[in-house]
């Protein structure tokens, strides 16, 4: 299929290029660099160093002999993205091109407004692009298992169907976001929702929970086709981050009780699941809903099994409670359903012994690189401006 993938240049966009383009998919990628330029801002980077897009596919391109178009620039600028949608003619566009850190979002008000313009604005450019150029292509969206929130019934794949005095329909599953990113996701989710009921669009969102890991068939075939791995107090994701402190020797970061539950998936599973939504496309005017993860955890579970790995490896792993700099439920009732990718034929990579160890090597292998400054929390939730980054000013 010819495939357009948004946000190719990172962490899962880059592997599902890759991915993709060696099952014999015409690959296109957009990338705009926005997340190369928050590490700047944030004095951040990927443990794992990376090459540059540009190096990346020409490497690609010499190793196995398959080519990945690079269109560098932004999707909110529609004079940019329209025509490289004409050109590309996308049967499938998979759009990861979002903000995607929580904790960004959170920073103060230009960080929050930067996240839903760039988010909201960016998406519905691409709508648009679909309903007028490419109307019959399948728009695979990444969204979030946290556009939910922790409410204390099951949660369901998108939608739920309720009996409310006497009479009853299948609605939105209702909505409980943690922070203003999360919240984009919410809002790109009525949007997409609302393009395939009036332009017939096909859409499927993919609720996605927390991924890990950094190994994957491509990138094994040259390391310079590594992905990026963040620990950053900001971009660093929960898993990726006590791995790191354990290899530090810093005692690992659980906020509160650690209570707090959430869907995980290994990144092979990321590919897997959005190559079966390609391949499975959604009908036209459908707007599909599929909650993408395969095990859940709570912060405290994931901290004792990096502690008992990390001990097997001789390390001197010790868990800290922190206050929580996060507002969220630190004990709650999670259950969440994930059968629609299982069933169209996803084979899970669940988290084990043996992965947390490959993860760690890899780990162990950059350890001269960890900025041990970059670990502990900065934002706040309560703060409207948090000082990690440069005071607004009226410039601004
Ligand atoms: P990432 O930040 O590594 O990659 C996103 C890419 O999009 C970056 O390379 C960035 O430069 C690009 N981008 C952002 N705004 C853009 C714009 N306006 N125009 C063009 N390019 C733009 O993030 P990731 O971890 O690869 O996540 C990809 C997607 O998956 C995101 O939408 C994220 O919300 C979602 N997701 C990620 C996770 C996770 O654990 N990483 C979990 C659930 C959902
Ligand atoms: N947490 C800790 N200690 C840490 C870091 C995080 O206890 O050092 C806790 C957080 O408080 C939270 C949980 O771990 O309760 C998950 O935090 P996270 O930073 O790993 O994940 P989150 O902020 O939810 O965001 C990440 C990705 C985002 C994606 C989301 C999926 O950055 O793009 O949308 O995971 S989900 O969580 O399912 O919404």
């Given at each position: 299929m010819r495939v357009l993938i948004l946000g190719g240049d990172g962490y899962l966009g880059w592997p599902t290029a890759m991915y993709l383009s060696a099952r014999g998919h015409e690959v296109a990628v957009v990338d705009n660099m926005a997340r190369r330029g928050y590490d700047n801002e944030l004095g951040a980077e990927s443990l794992v160093p990376i090459a540059s897009l540009q190096e990346r596919v020409a490497i690609w391109e010499a190793v196995t002999g398959y080519k990945i178009a690079a269109h560098i620039g932004d999707i909110c600028d529609y004079t940019f993205f329209e025509p490289v949608v004409q050109d590309v003619q996308p049967e499938a566009i998979i759009h990861y091109g979002e903000q995607r850190a929580a904790p960004y979002s959170m920073i103060d008000r230009r960080h929050a407004v930067y996240t839903q313009t760039n988010n909201v604005a960016g998406t519905l450019n691409v709508l648009y692009a679909i309903a007028d150029h490419v109307p019959a292509c399948h728009l695979i969206k990444l969204g979030t298992?946290?556009?939910?929130?922790?409410?204390n019934i099951d949660i369901e794949e998108g939608y739920i169907t309720i009996t409310h005095k006497g009479r009853t329909d299948t609605l939105p599953y209702p909505k409980m976001p943690g922070s203003w990113y999360h919240a984009s996701k919410v809002h790109d989710s009525v949007n997409i929702h609302f393009a395939c009921r009036i332009w017939g669009l096909r859409a499927t969102d993919l609720n996605q929970g927390v991924v890990y890991g950094v190994d994957t068939e491509e990138i094994r075939?040259?390391?310079?086709l590594r992905t990026r791995f963040d620990y950053d107090?900001?971009?660093?994701?929960v898993l990726n981050r006590f791995l790191v402190q354990a290899v530090a020797e810093v005692p690992l970061t659980v906020y509160?009780?650690?209570?707090?539950t959430r869907g995980f998936l290994d990144i092979r599973d990321t590919l897997a699941c959005v190559e079966l939504a390609m391949l499975n496309p959604a009908g036209p005017g459908e707007f599909r809903v599929f909650n993408q993860f395969t095990e859940q955890f709570s912060v405290l579970e994931l901290a004792r099994a990096v502690e008992e790995t990390g001990r097997e490896l001789g390390l001197d792993v010790q868990i800290n409670h922190l206050p929580n700099p996060r507002v969220e439920k630190e004990a709650h009732y999670y259950n969440a359903v994930n059968t629609s990718l299982l069933s169209l034929g996803l084979k899970p990579h669940y988290l084990n012994d043996t992965l947390l160890e490959s993860v760690i090597h890899v780990v162990q292998r950059y350890r001269?690189?960890?900025?041990?400054?970059?670990?502990?929390?900065?934002?706040?939730?309560?703060?409207?401006?948090?000082?990690?980054?440069k005071k607004e000013t009226a410039a601004d």
């Open positions: 298992m946290g556009e939910y929130g922790t409410p075939l040259d390391e310079r107090g900001v971009f660093g994701t509160g009780e650690g209570g707090q001269h690189l960890i900025k041990p400054h970059l670990i502990m929390p900065q934002v706040n939730w309560r703060e409207t401006g948090n000082p990690l980054v």
